[in-house]
């Protein structure tokens, strides 16, 4: 069965540093990866997502992720953190079965942003 | 373009009563549709999804129900609450495959 792995629960970041969250996966075949973010009592928005192809994929909001497969791994970043980013994000990953398409989600992490 | 609706926002129920959530997809036919359960620190679980009109799948057992009684209604049941049926209860549709999941603003129940 596929399992995300989001080791870090909360992370706090000074505004204007470099922000790296991690996200390990495990899956059988050729994953499909995404990174949601989730503001307080709100639903869940895509920031991003890996189908295929180039391995480094730009999201909104100033993300990126980068797929490497060697490490099992799409650990999302983005260069310069704004107080705006302050949410939990969670990593997933999608498989086909039953003649449906679920989502797996990590557990996700919380992001605090220091002004 | 697409919206999903998701209804109440927030539900304060007595143990022992019944549930109804409702969510509507429009600008789309034949989504699949899914109920998702978020409790603090442990992500979001899989509840119930739908390829189709009166199919809905169980991923876990449990005191909830779903049904699909039109192609872009999904509805969300309990008979009886439990104090752990307590949580933030998201609904997602997507495309028939490989695709993501666009989800509403979620119902923050909370059973007394």
């Known amino acids: 069965a596929q399992s995300v792995t989001q080791p870090d629960i909360h992370i706090t970041v000074s505004e204007g540093a470099s922000l790296e969250l991690r996200c390990n996966y495990s899956y059988g075949a050729t994953p499909y990866l995404f990174w949601y973010v989730q503001s307080p009592g709100q639903g869940l928005q895509l920031l991003l997502k890996y189908f295929s192809g180039d391995t480094l994929v730009q999201g909104i909001k100033g993300f990126e992720a980068e797929f490497k497969r060697s490490q099992s791994s799409f650990n999302l970043r983005k260069p310069s953190v704004h107080w705006s980013d302050a949410a939990e994000y969670f990593c997933a990953v999608a498989y086909s079965g039953a003649g449906s398409y679920q989502l797996t989600f990590g557990k996700g992490t919380k992001l605090s942003v220091i002004p | 373009s697409q919206t999903i609706h998701q209804w109440p926002a927030t539900l304060v129920q007595p143990v022992g009563s019944p549930l109804s959530l409702e969510c509507t997809v429009e600008?789309?036919?034949?989504?699949?549709l899914y109920w998702y359960r978020q409790a603090a620190g442990r992500g979001l679980q899989l509840l119930f999804y739908s390829i189709g009109i009166d199919q809905i799948s169980s991923e876990v057992p449990q005191n909830l129900s779903a049904s699909r009684p039109q192609d872009r209604q999904f509805i969300l049941s309990s008979k009886k609450l439990l104090l752990s049926d307590s949580g933030f209860y998201l609904c997602?549709?997507?495309?028939?495959?490989?695709?993501?999941?666009?989800f509403g603003q979620g119902t923050r129940l909370t059973v007394v």
């Open positions: 997602a549709w997507t495309r028939t495959s490989n695709t993501e999941a666009f």
């Open positions: 600008g789309t036919s034949n989504p699949n």
